[in-house]
């Protein structure tokens, strides 16, 4: 038995004349907005908020970044400005006599830190960062 395997998975059918219905569905809530702006408020001041919705409407519609919609970009804007950060600072310690006690001693700081700090927001994350540690000295430790 054969079966026809469908292609062209990732290409939005055209329903709207030249627009899909997600293009037709921004430019369609842009202009019934900047209509309600347009009958709510004089001219000459909603005209100063009509500009900024437009753009918006016509950039989610019509702008593409890297071949993806504009959209994503704004999804990924989102979830960077509301997800946790880490930051990492890397503190100077005094040099001990010879290079490989420095060493040792550097290594020796980082796995006690990462034995006692809680870094990210699980524990998955902490055992990852605690093994990127581990595997940090033993290189040190072949490259002697």
Request: with cysteine.
């Amino acid at each position: 038995m054969q079966f026809k395997v469908p292609q062209f998975l990732d290409i939005e059918d055209k329903i709207f004349g030249p627009f899909t219905f997600r293009q037709f569905a921004y430019l369609a809530g842009g202009g019934g907005l900047c209509f309600v702006i347009y009958k709510a408020m004089p001219l000459y001041i909603g005209i100063f908020i009509m500009l900024p919705v437009l753009g918006m409407s016509l950039a989610l519609t019509f702008y593409r970044i890297n071949n993806k919609p504009f959209i994503f970009v704004l999804e990924s804007a989102f979830r960077y400005a509301i997800a946790d950060k880490l930051y990492i600072w890397k503190r100077r310690l005094k040099k001990p006599g010879t290079k490989k006690e420095q060493e040792e001693a550097a290594a020796k700081k980082q796995i006690a830190m990462a034995r006692t700090q809680r870094l990210g927001t699980s524990r998955l994350k902490d055992l990852a960062w605690s093994l990127d540690v581990l595997d940090l000295k033993k290189e040190k430790q072949k490259a002697i």
